[in-house]
């Protein structure tokens, strides 16, 4: 069974970056599309950004608006989210979820293969 396992989160003040990274154990990560979801206190959870398993694919939200970038690594078994100027209204659970094969774009929340355990990130001054 494939694990994800999340590291990266913490807190910052506006217009700072971070770097999120979601490692896969357990499974061949080249095989597996990974996207990145959020939610904040009493919201939904939000689809933010989207690689394919081949790594040529890639998609966004419009309401990323640039600032977030998502790549892999696959020799690392890793894939990141790069975080740039950081708003407060960033401030949330951030998740990364797997799907064997799959697409870039966003699925039904059920396709998903697995789920990391979420790391927060939290920005205020």
């Known amino acids: 069974q494939v694990q994800l396992v999340q590291s990266g989160g913490g807190l910052v003040q506006p217009g700072d970056s971070l770097r999120l990274s979601c490692a896969t154990a357990?499974?061949?990560?080249?095989?597996?599309?990974i996207h990145w979801f959020r939610q904040g206190p009493g919201k939904e959870r939000e689809f933010l950004a989207g690689?394919?398993?081949?790594?040529?694919?890639?998609y966004y939200e419009d309401s990323v608006n640039g600032r977030f970038i998502i790549s892999r690594d696959n020799g690392a078994n890793t894939v990141y989210l790069q975080l740039a100027s950081l708003k407060p209204e960033d401030t949330a659970v951030y998740y990364c979820?797997?799907?064997?094969?799959?697409?870039?774009?966003?699925?039904?929340?059920?396709?998903?293969?697995?789920w990391g355990q979420g790391t927060q990130v939290t920005v205020s001054s």
């Open positions: 979820a797997a799907e064997k094969w799959g697409v870039e774009y966003p699925r039904a929340l059920e396709r998903y293969d697995a």
């Open positions: 357990g499974g061949s990560f080249s095989s597996y599309s």
């Open positions: 690689i394919a398993y081949g790594g040529t694919g890639t």
